[in-house]
T-cell receptor
Framework: SAVISQKPSRDICQRGTSLTIQCQVD?????MFWYRQQPGQSLTLIAT?????????ESGFVIDKFPISRPNLTFSTLTVSNMSPEDSSIYLC??????????FGQGTRLTVV | EDQVTQSPEALRLQEGESSSLNCSYT??????LFWYRQDPGKGPEFLFT???AGEEKEKERLKATLTKKESFLHITAPKPEDSATYLC????????????FGQGTTLQVKP
């Protein structure tokens, strides 16, 4: 399976600021996704990162709040904009490439104060 | 609406005490059911994929089974290092890689 690296692994941010999370994969992959895991909760899909076009967002998530880039088949970024304490979560990048199962990075633990 | 429910939320076992975790699902067109293990502060680690009712997969002390409505993760003679949160997820037809997760079962195995 692909090796997925996320940066930063954790951060503490002031409310009202933005944080960009990077996801780097060691091989080209077709599908890349961003998930959120709120404290004590399971994973919820934010969006599918589409290479060369706009991301596809799930219900309840919008581009202005979570802009996503995917410039090539190995890299994507997720920005959490205008943060509030409710955005404190673990953000996870995942990839799937020709198989149904998805593989995950280590996650970015975000705390907004 | 597609839904995945796991039970119990938490499970405490003594080392060597076998048990099962449950994952029930209501989806339109199951393409695959997945089990993941998640350790604190880490991303989910893939364990198994099950595609059709009657299928079984095994890995060390873990065995996953699938029926038309639910999946079980059987843990035989667990060890303390099996302590983790076990997540069940499904993907439906036409949505490769897009997973719907259950709430997870947090397993603690005491020596």
């Amino acid at each position: 399976s692909a090796v997925i690296s996320q940066k930063p692994s954790r951060d503490i941010c002031q409310r009202g600021t933005s944080l960009t999370i990077q996801c780097q994969v060691d091989s080209q992959v077709t599908m890349m996704f961003w998930y959120r895991q709120q404290p004590g909760q399971s994973l919820t899909l934010i969006a599918t990162a589409n290479q060369g076009s706009e991301a596809t967002y799930e219900s309840g998530f919008v581009i202005d709040k979570f802009p996503i880039s995917r410039p090539n088949l190995t890299f994507s970024t997720l920005t959490v904009s205008n943060m509030s304490p409710e955005d404190s979560s673990i953000y996870l990048c995942s990839v799937a490439d020709g198989v149904p199962e998805a593989f995950f990075g280590q996650g970015t633990r975000l705390t907004v104060v | 609406e597609d839904q995945v429910t796991q039970s119990p939320e938490a499970l405490r076992l003594q080392e060597g005490e076998s048990s099962s975790l449950n994952c029930s699902y209501t989806v339109s067109g199951l393409r695959g059911l997945f089990w993941y293990r998640q350790d604190p502060g880490k991303g989910p680690e893939f364990l198994f994929t099950l595609y059709s009712a009657g299928e079984e997969k095994e890995k060390e002390r873990l065995k996953a089974t699938l029926t038309k409505k639910e999946s079980f993760l059987h843990i035989t003679a667990p060890k303390p290092e099996d302590s983790a949160t076990y997540l069940c997820a499904v993907t439906v037809s036409g949505n490769t890689g897009k997973l719907i997760f259950g709430q997870g079962t947090t397993l603690q195995v005491k020596p």
